[in-house]
Structures are given as C-alpha cells and as structure tokens.
C-alpha cells in the first residue's frame, strides 16, 4: 500500500472515529438537556404551588386579621412573583 493510501485510510479513519464522538457528544448532551429540562419543570411546579399556598395563607390571614399589617409580607411575595414578568396577553385582532 503506498503513502497516499496509507493517509487516506488514516483519513477516513480519523474522520469516522470523530463523527462517532461528535455523535455520542450530542446524545449524551441530548440527554443531559432533557435531565436538567425536567429538574427545571419540577422546580417550576414546586414554586408555583408554594406561590399558590403563599397567597392563600395571606389572604386567609388578612380576612381574619384585618388589623395586622401586611404590606411588607405582600410586597416580598409580589418581588418574587415579578422575578419573571408575566406572559404578555395578545389581544384579539378585530377583522
């Protein structure tokens, strides 16, 4: 086998073994984005049920407290709520 065959067997080689890492790469960083999707969506669950139970206990302790002053405890819960601005709603296109 002569040295240009050689070099282009090598090619090949070469080329094949880094298309089978670059294939893997991406499998494995397919499945670590779905891993850390997940943990993001059940972090995103627990928060929304916690802002959900917040706001209840409030609302439950200013009816039957109305003398207590709430305004500090409102005002954290609401700079947390305001941490990701609501989704913009799209008002209906008149024809």
């Known amino acids: 086998m002569g040295s240009v065959a050689v070099v282009g067997t ?3 080689a070469v080329t094949i ?3 089978a890492i670059w294939l893997a790469a991406n499998k494995i960083r397919g499945v670590i984005v779905s891993e850390v999707q997940d943990a ?3 972090i995103t669950a627990q928060v929304q049920k916690s802002f959900g139970e917040i706001t209840a206990a409030i609302a439950e302790l200013e009816a039957r407290e109305p003398s207590v002053d709430l305004s500090a405890l409102k005002a954290a819960v609401q700079s947390v709520d305001d941490i990701v601005a609501d989704a913009p709603v799209e ?4 024809e």
């Open 91 to 94: 008002e209906p296109v008149s």
């Open 40 to 42: 993001v969506d059940a």
């Open 17 to 19: 073994v880094c298309s």
């Open 10 to 12: 090598f090619y090949v």
